[in-house]
């Protein structure tokens, strides 16, 4: 396989030590081809690799999408779920008493119609209203035999004389007598009324009003809630990209004994979250065993949401003799750890400029951390730091 045969730039120089990638033309050349160029270019190196802007990270739907809700952590879930459980707790105990209020306000005023007879109350309650159509087909009755009776006693005023006189009183007083008893009767009559409470509508519709309101609450609540969730914080990720030259030069440095080492860290920052972060006036140090080895600045930045950015730490390494033999022989074995602390200024123009200082320490780095190989986030995945049983130093 030869050079050309290499399309990218870390393939072509991880293949071997006689090809180089060429700027010029993006390609992978024979070192010394006539066709390609005297130096090649660091695969790796910070100028080729930073992201000059944020990569955006599809996957993410809308706010009730259920991508949203990925990477919510637990303490999240649980501060919104009691919020939620207590805002429907508390509007269905309020329904539940609006709705028993209504119920005993239904059997005050909503029971069984009144009856009265002779005048006097049997159940019931409320403005009356007649009911019995028998009643009133008694009265038709009794006015067609009243008019029979009239009839009747015409036609015998006609053949009779003054002395039949008294009979025909009597028939007019016997007519009396029954349309008195037919009166009475209608007294003696069960009386049915139908309730009609003044009140029952202004019941009814408040209590229309709180189920209303019931149902908006939870649904509001529970739009709310989502919302919640899906705007909810999350862990930042990050990938160290510096690259082999680097830690080349590190270590190199400190084999040397050398007091001083700079080098610029390539960091790629995954914001999951929904919010831009500004970053400014960031700082902080390293220690090793307790004692001072070297500081770090991070400059001026912005974290784009659900994107990668890339940001470049300045990092110098101010050992002694000792320490540096020291951080030199861990790192061979496999154990070096550092202590970071730090400081950084953090804004969030979301969430109306809102600024506060974040600050970290007592975080322990392990170098030879396999973590620290992972390079998914990087924008030149692949590349590795040297090992302990590396010949990077020959």
Known sequence: MT????????????????????????????????????TGVNCYGIDRCQRLEPEKIEGYGGTFSRASFRGVGPVAWAVIGIVFGLVICCSSICFAGVTLLKGAVDDLVGGQPEMVEDGMVVNGGGDYQLLLQEERQQ??????????????????????????GIGNREIVTTTHDQGSVTNLSRLSIPTMYNPAPQNGGNIKRMYATCQMCYIFTFITTLVLAITALSYAP?????????????????????????????????????????????LSNGAGQFQHDGEYVGSFTIPAGRISPQAISDIVVKVT??????S????????????????????????????????????????????NDPAMDDTHLCACPGWKKPGPNSTLLL
């Open 3 to 38: 050079c050309g045969d290499y399309t990218t730039c870390g393939d072509c120089s991880s293949s071997s030590w006689g090809c180089h990638w060429c700027s010029f033309d993006e390609a992978c050349h024979a070192v010394g081809s006539v066709h390609g160029c005297a």
């Open 139 to 164: 009265e038709e009755r009794d006015n067609l035999e009243f008019a029979m009776l009239q009839n009747g006693s015409h036609k015998e005023d006609n053949v009779k004389n003054e002395g039949n």
């Open 234 to 278: 999350r862990h930042p990720e990050y990938n160290v990209c510096t690259d082999r030259v680097a830690w080349k030069s590190i270590v190199e440095g400190m084999t040397a004994l050398k007091m001083s080492a700079s080098f610029d860290l390539l960091i790629s920052v995954y914001n999951p979250n929904r919010w831009e972060v500004d």
């Open 317 to 322: 390494l101010t050992p002694d003799k000792w």
């Open 324 to 367: 540096a033999l020291s951080l030199t022989s861990e790192y061979y074995q496999g154990k070096l750890k550092f202590v970071v602390a730090g400081h950084s200024h953090v804004k969030i123009p979301g969430l109306g400029n809102y600024q506060f200082d974040a600050k970290f320490e007592d975080i322990e780095v392990n170098v």
